[in-house]
């Protein structure tokens, strides 16, 4: 019920870059003191069979983020930036709390009841909502969504099972 992420190593050490630009030097460095991303998860969840191969099943889930890092892909999460005048020095820094919710429904059917060779052919299918709200650190971007999380997902599967044989 409990889980983390750690920051990525980059950002925790990763040494120093030295950039100059217009007359300002940027130090950018790790910071060792980055805490992981902590989430209290909380799922509920159903499941119903048929006689016929099939089955239903329903999921609601609720996660709770803490120390949200904001990984910008090419720079540092959440970057710092302390110093005047000609020097300034960037580390990555943690965000704050978040959270992610939704709902999954799922349906597989196996159509046992088909003649043979058929008997084995199936159907699954999969939805699931979400929304999500993080704060990333940074004044203005309290309320962001979570980064790369879609707000819908689904899948659609044929298959065939039969004598050990999964298509």
């Given at each position: 019920?409990?889980?983390?992420?750690?920051?990525?190593?980059?950002?925790?050490?990763?040494?120093?870059?030295?950039?100059?630009?217009?007359?300002?030097?940027?130090?950018?460095?790790?910071?060792?003191?980055?805490?992981?991303?902590?989430?209290?998860?909380?799922?509920?969840?159903?499941?119903?069979?048929?006689?016929?191969?099939?089955?239903?099943?329903?999921?609601?889930?609720?996660?709770?983020?803490?120390?949200?890092?904001?990984?910008?892909?090419?720079?540092?999460?959440?970057?710092?930036?302390?110093?005047?005048?000609?020097?300034?020095?960037?580390?990555?820094?943690?965000?704050?709390?978040?959270?992610?919710?939704?709902?999954?429904?799922?349906?597989?059917q196996k159509f046992q009841?088909?003649?043979?060779?058929?008997?084995?052919?199936?159907?699954?299918?999969?939805?699931?909502?979400?929304?999500?709200?993080?704060?990333?650190?940074?004044?203005?971007?309290?309320?962001?969504?979570?980064?790369?999380?879609?707000n819908v997902l689904g899948?659609?599967?044929?298959?065939?099972?039969?004598?050990?044989?999964?298509?």
């Open positions: 019920w409990m889980s983390y992420t750690r920051p990525a190593f980059v950002q925790l050490g990763g040494g120093s870059q030295v950039s100059i630009s217009d007359g300002v030097t940027t130090i950018t460095e790790g910071n060792p003191n980055l805490k992981p991303i902590k989430s209290t998860n909380l799922d509920l969840s159903g499941q119903w069979t048929t006689d016929q191969g099939g089955f239903a099943s329903v999921a609601a889930f609720y996660k709770q983020l803490h120390d949200y890092i904001y990984d910008s892909g090419g720079g540092q999460a959440n970057p710092n930036v302390s110093g005047e005048g000609t020097v300034l020095t960037k580390t990555p820094t943690n965000g704050g709390d978040g959270k992610v919710y939704g709902l999954e429904v799922a349906l597989r009841n088909l003649p043979e060779p058929f008997d084995g052919l199936g159907v699954s299918v999969n939805y699931t909502r979400q929304k999500s709200r993080v704060d990333l650190g940074i004044e203005g971007f309290s309320n962001e969504r979570l980064q790369s999380a879609p899948n659609a599967e044929v298959f065939y099972e039969k004598n050990g044989f999964d298509l």
